[in-house]
């Protein structure tokens, strides 16, 4: 009995002297993580917020008698610095039936923007102002977002003047949102509210990963807080490109409604593939025999995995280019060749 005591005592002192050696380093630890450092974005910020700009949509005003019209601002928004040359992103809504488009730089300077081209399946525009050595936004195309990446929105809510929201990845992919399904949006919890659209989603370097363009709820009676939306900045400098290049966005025409892309994977009927359950009238689809029901496996040789894979891939081809096609009907295997369109204006 005496010893178990003897032992118990020795724990006891072994165990409070350990507690007394190492309770000032808990305590040195603690007052730095609590006392002295802070958690906060300032550097990711002051990276990027330079190159969002403040974006006025201006228009004569329709009602004046003709004489008498002036110019006044007919919406707001935000855009992103994309080159030092003045090449600027933002979302087409923003621009729409615009007579003249302002850009006010954080630097307080002030342009008046030309519209390059815009797109509206993915709600984008560029904007060109006539500026040099201009600063803009930092990119890093070989870093993924990912689900519960902390976030930053930046623009000018309501004109109140460049703001930041903070909040996390939500979900990303998300493009039943879009009717053509083209958009593949990030979700995200930090607010966007009017005037946030086109501004710059950031990350927690600094970096844009996606153009603010869309949030729920806002202006309807449906209940949706935290539901906010931005096109991933590499859709979004793919579709710049094209801008800048031809002033418009040329993409390959499949004739299938892509809100009808099934991919066989989903359905349980096998491992890839995409099944279609529409084919539009007279499209290139439906002229080189493709119906309703076929299973597409490749096209040119590159399996067709998922529905969007699959639509980023037709997007990418030249119109007129006869790309061949395995597809599956009944369990048969055929090969077919279609002549890619060019995707209606919408």
Same mark, same amino acid.
């Given at each position: 009995?005496?010893? /178990?005591?003897?032992?118990?005592?020795?724990?006891g002192l072994?165990?409070?002297?350990?507690?007394?050696?190492?309770?000032?380093?808990?305590?040195?630890?603690?007052?730095?993580?609590?006392?002295?450092?802070?958690?906060?974005?300032?550097?990711?910020?002051?990276?990027?917020?330079?190159?969002?700009?403040?974006?006025?949509?201006?228009?004569?005003d329709?009602?004046?008698?003709?004489?008498?019209?002036?110019?006044?601002?007919n919406?707001?928004?935000?855009?992103?610095?994309? =080159?030092?040359s003045?090449y600027i992103?933002?979302?087409k809504?923003v621009?729409?039936?615009?007579?003249?488009?302002i850009?006010?730089?954080?630097s307080?300077?002030i342009?008046?923007?030309?519209?390059?081209?815009s797109?509206?399946?993915?709600?984008?525009?560029?904007? /060109?102002?006539?500026?040099?050595?201009?600063? =803009?936004?930092?990119?890093?195309?070989?870093?993924?977002? /990912?689900?519960?990446?902390?976030?930053?929105?930046?623009?000018?809510?309501?004109?109140?003047?460049?703001?930041?929201?903070?909040g996390i990845?939500?979900?990303?992919?998300?493009?039943?949102?879009?009717?053509?399904?083209?958009?593949?949006?990030i979700?995200?919890?930090?607010?966007?509210?009017?005037?946030?659209?086109?501004?710059?989603?950031?990350?927690?370097?600094?970096?844009?990963?996606g153009?603010?363009t869309?949030?729920l709820g806002?202006?309807?009676?449906?209940?949706?807080e935290?539901?906010?939306?931005?096109?991933?900045?590499?859709?979004?400098?793919?579709?710049?490109?094209?801008?800048?290049?031809?002033?418009?966005?040329?993409?390959?025409?499949f004739?299938?409604?892509?809100?009808?892309?099934?991919?066989?994977?989903?359905?349980?009927?096998?491992?890839k593939?995409?099944?279609?359950?529409?084919?539009?009238?007279?499209?290139?689809?439906? /002229?080189?025999?493709?119906?309703?029901?076929?299973?597409?496996?490749?096209?040119?040789?590159i399996?067709?995995?998922?529905?969007?894979?699959?639509?980023?891939?037709?997007?990418?081809?030249?119109?007129?280019?006869?790309?061949?096609?395995?597809i599956?009907?009944?369990?048969?295997?055929?090969?077919?060749?279609?002549?890619?369109?060019?995707?209606?204006?919408?």
């Amino acid at each position: 009995m005496k010893k /178990k005591i003897a032992q118990a005592v020795g724990v006891g002192l072994f165990c409070a002297t350990l507690i007394l050696y190492i309770s000032p380093l808990v305590n040195q630890h603690g007052r730095q993580l609590f006392e002295n450092d802070i958690v906060s974005f300032h550097e990711a910020v002051r990276t990027a917020s330079p190159a969002v700009v403040n974006v006025y949509n201006q228009a004569f005003d329709s009602t004046s008698p003709p004489s008498e019209r002036e110019l006044q601002v007919n919406n707001l928004g935000s855009g992103v610095i994309m =080159t030092s040359s003045g090449y600027i992103l933002t979302n087409k809504h923003v621009i729409q039936n615009a007579d003249q488009i302002i850009v006010a730089l954080q630097s307080g300077s002030i342009y008046s923007a030309i519209l390059v081209g815009s797109d509206s399946l993915t709600d984008l525009a560029v904007l /060109k102002i006539n500026a040099e050595n201009l600063p =803009t936004i930092p990119l890093n195309l070989k870093r993924i977002a /990912k689900i519960g990446d902390v976030v930053l929105a930046i623009g000018n809510p309501l004109n109140l003047g460049q703001s930041i929201t903070q909040g996390i990845i939500s979900a990303t992919g998300r493009n039943a949102l879009s009717e053509m399904g083209r958009q593949n949006f990030i979700q995200t919890d930090a607010s966007i509210n009017k005037g946030n659209s086109g501004g710059a989603l950031i990350n927690s370097a600094g970096e844009i990963i996606g153009i603010n363009t869309l949030s729920l709820g806002k202006n309807s009676n449906e209940l949706a807080e935290g539901l906010n939306f931005a096109i991933p900045i590499e859709l979004a400098i793919n579709v710049m490109n094209k801008i800048i290049k031809d002033g418009r966005v040329i993409r390959g025409y499949f004739g299938v409604n892509s809100s009808l892309f099934y991919s066989a994977k989903q359905l349980g009927i096998g491992d890839k593939g995409v099944l279609i359950t529409g084919v539009a009238e007279n499209g290139p689809a439906e /002229k080189a025999g493709i119906q309703v029901g076929d299973l597409i496996l490749s096209i040119n040789h590159i399996d067709a995995e998922t529905p969007a894979q699959m639509m980023e891939l037709i997007a990418d081809m030249s119109p007129n280019s006869r790309v061949k096609v395995l597809i599956s009907r009944e369990g048969v295997q055929r090969e077919v060749e279609v002549i890619i369109g060019e995707f209606p204006e919408i």
